[in-house]
């Protein structure tokens, strides 16, 4: 018993010391309607299928049931690459202003994404995550003035992520925007 209490003291002290992480910041409320629509993808820490993501656009639309449409397209390694797009669902978690999603790319696993931060016009954005394994900045425009680009990397950076894992997504435009069709017909 006296070397399970020896052992065990350092572990406490241990883990005193350590404290925890703090809660992602996020908006009081969100305005779904306002925030719909497409954004682009400025810079991020990718999940697997796009860490070579080029012209990402991530598009939401309201569903009839309440839920979120959502559309993420990018072309894969290169700006000619052929057109990638995934459709996860999404569900709005009651309670949480709309700024909390469960998002659903392969059933029946769901994960947690947040709107950490949305400006007051709604024209940039940070989509973030409690695990800060993922993170998306995205903006109304393929581009971001360098001091706003700067002041926005510095918010991530203060939410808890490893900065040195964040990177820009490759954006280049015009491209031919009559190739996208985030939504099929009857979404």
Sequence with gaps: MRRLVLLAL?????????SPRKALPVPASVDLER???DW??????????ERNAHNGIESYALREDGG???AYQFRDGSFSSPLKTYRPTAEVVPGT??????????WPFEADYRIAYVSEDYRETIIARAARDYVWLMARSPSL?????????????????????????PQQWPEDES???????GD
Aim: aromatic share 14%; proline share 9%; hydrophobic share 50%.
């Design 40 to 49: 682009y993808v400025i810079g991020f820490i990718p999940l697997f299928p």
């Design 179 to 185: 190739r996208r069709a985030p939504f099929p017909q």
């Design 97 to 106: 202003g709309n700024a909390q999603w469960k998002m659903q790319f392969i």
């Design 68 to 70: 979120v449409a959502v």
């Design 10 to 18: 350092p572990i406490s002290l241990l883990l005193a010391c350590v």
């Design 35 to 37: 925030f719909m629509g």
């Design 145 to 169: 003035p360098e001091a706003r680009l700067q002041a926005l990397r510095k918010r991530i950076a203060e939410m808890g992520y490893d900065m040195a894992k964040f990177r820009m997504q």
